[in-house]
């Protein structure tokens, strides 16, 4: 067979040699040991938390290491493309801070080893298509979906392995002059690799799993599809070699194909970048409590899996990173304990910490991850980063932060100081509910008086107490005068009095002070009553308890 004639006829097109194309993308000048990475999302419309989690990795790896990071938009795909795309991943990354060195940006790229879009890229793909054509290594493959099909079933019918390979693979040796033919007559074909038929083994040295030996690739698998545009087996070692990329960070739903991308790299005399096959995302379900498994996060039934979901719901950027580091990286959970106030940038992130098997997202583990965090940051953070969320979410409650910077900065200092800060923050959209009392626009008295009260006692209450407040007073002063009130309305001043002898009390001051902080804010689950009042002022204490009588 003259493969040079074949190259020829199926590539007329493309002159430039392979020396030429490597020569476009020159090494990259970097300090010893630094990481190339990469994220390469398909713009389907759908970032997965597993986009981020691939991302931090990474980011961390090249970042720690004085390399790069870039995103690369694998668009091989077109029937899964939707408009708009590559804009979702991008905000969605930004969102996270995520930062790229190189990459596919909105209108276009930043990077000189672009582009980074992989159908621009179809050009240097037909290069090393025609090499390897010419090397005997690719051949053109006119089979119709029918009669690939078909192959198909009588393999599984006879029990041996399907796909295209060996005897089944027809068009492996067609004649010039059938392939000529069937060009002219316009006959859709696609390029397909000559796989050897072996039974060696490959070992890869996986930087998450360890070795991992399977059998060498033996199939005709396709690097080009009818339309020219590569599979993402041919995409991805044309475009890491090209890019230089240094680690592969992907999902280990690609292990079953690296085969294939090994027999590759090994085709065109290329050395294989380092893989590491990530955990996928697991949660715990069942039917019930005592009866839970784990299971893959589906994209149908978990609404988690999106990032999306955590955008909308105001999960703390930096409380999903921090989720994210703890699933990554066994000793994260312990270096924050020894770094309190670190920034988790500096936490030493590494490969050999990772798991390997199933990494569990659990959404309460999440919140609880992010009331630390929340109440780690300063009261100007949290309203800057709380702000910058409703803007997009919540419109009208950005403005009311607006109006009143100084009451808000005022509200999230509450319970702020002390040994014991409160936490009550998990989230933005939590906090809009859980802060919306401050402003008189949002609040609502939601929770009823306590039942035990009767409404005599609780107008005489709240009389007694407005008559004496004394917005002045400072805690302990004011403290002593919902003591002394409490005594003399017959309420047990201390709680384990009333315990004790229920029925010599009203009830006790857990009783008075609930009311207090119903009648103030809604809920009897709020913060400090005295540091409260100052936040809302004494025209607003006067007037919310003046309801209730
Ligand atoms: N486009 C592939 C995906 O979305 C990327 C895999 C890779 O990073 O190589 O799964």
Redesign the pocket.
């Given at each position: 067979m003259d493969y040079q004639a074949l190259a020829d006829l199926l590539f007329p097109g493309v002159t430039e040699r392979r020396e030429e194309v490597e020569a476009r993308f020159p090494r990259r000048v970097l300090p010893e040991g630094a990481c190339v990475t990469?994220?390469?999302?398909?713009p389907t419309g759908f970032v997965h938390l597993g986009?981020l989690y691939?991302a931090i990795i990474g980011e961390r790896l090249a970042h720690q290491s004085g390399g790069v990071f870039y995103l690369r938009v694998?668009d091989t795909d077109q029937k899964r493309e939707v408009p708009g795309a590559v804009e979702t991943v991008l905000d969605a990354m930004a969102y996270f801070g995520v930062r790229f060195d190189e990459g596919a940006t909105v209108d276009g790229d930043s990077g000189a080893y672009g582009p980074y879009r992989q159908r621009q890229r179809k050009d240097i793909y037909h290069v090393f298509a025609k090499w390897l054509v010419e090397q005997g290594k690719a051949y053109p493959c006119f089979c119709t979906a029918e009669e690939l099909d078909a192959v198909r079933a009588q393999q599984t019918a006879a029990k041996e392995t399907t796909g295209y390979y060996g005897k089944y693979a027809v068009c492996r040796d067609l004649p010039l002059e059938t392939v000529r033919a069937n060009l002219a007559a316009g006959k859709p074909w696609v390029l397909r690799y000559r796989g050897e038929t072996t039974d060696e083994r490959i070992c890869v040295e996986d930087a998450i799993r360890g070795r991992l030996e399977m059998p060498r690739n033996s199939m005709d698998f396709v690097l080009l599809k009818s339309d020219g545009i590569p599979t993402?087996h041919f995409a991805?070692v044309v475009d890491?070699h090209l890019m230089q990329s240094t680690y592969?960070?992907?999902?280990e739903?690609?292990i079953a194909s690296l085969p294939m991308h090994i027999e590759l790299f090994r085709a065109l005399g290329w050395p294989e970048p380092i893989y590491c096959h990530t955990a996928t995302l697991m949660k715990m379900d069942g039917a019930s409590k005592r009866k839970l498994s784990k299971r893959k996060l589906s994209k149908r039934k978990d609404p988690e899996l999106a990032l999306s979901y955590y955008q909308q719901e105001g999960i703390c950027q930096d409380a999903v990173w921090e989720f994210l580091l703890t699933l990554l990286n066994s000793n994260f959970e312990e270096w924050r304990i020894a770094n309190p106030q670190a920034d988790y940038h500096d936490f030493p992130f590494t490969l050999e910490k990772m798991a390997s098997s199933g990494a569990l997202v659990d959404l309460e583990k999440l919140e609880n991850i992010s009331k630390e965090v929340i109440c780690r940051m300063s009261a100007g953070q949290v309203y800057d980063k709380w702000l910058a969320w409703c803007r997009l979410y919540q419109p009208q409650f950005a403005a009311l932060l607006e109006r009143y910077p100084d009451k808000t900065l005022a509200a999230l200092n509450v319970g702020k100081g002390g040994a014991k800060p409160r936490k009550d923050l998990t989230g933005w959209k939590q906090a809009c509910d859980f802060m919306r009392f401050y402003y008189d626009e949002t609040f609502t008295a939601e929770e009823e008086m306590p039942a035990q009260v009767d409404e005599a006692t609780r107008k005489a209450f709240f009389a007694g107490y407005l008559e004496r407040y004394d917005h002045a007073a400072d805690s302990a002063a004011w403290f002593a005068m919902v003591k002394e009130l409490t005594g003399e309305l017959g309420f047990a001043v201390k709680p384990k009095d009333y315990k004790k002898h229920p029925e010599d009390y009203k009830g006790s001051i857990v009783h008075t002070t609930n009311m207090l902080r119903i009648a103030l804010t809604g809920h009897a689950n709020a913060p400090d009553i005295w540091e409260v009042s100052h936040v809302l002022g004494e025209e607003t204490v006067r007037a919310r308890l003046e309801r209730y009588l």
């Open positions: 990469r994220i390469g999302p398909s986009n691939n694998e993402y991805h890491d592969i960070i992907r999902g739903e690609w």
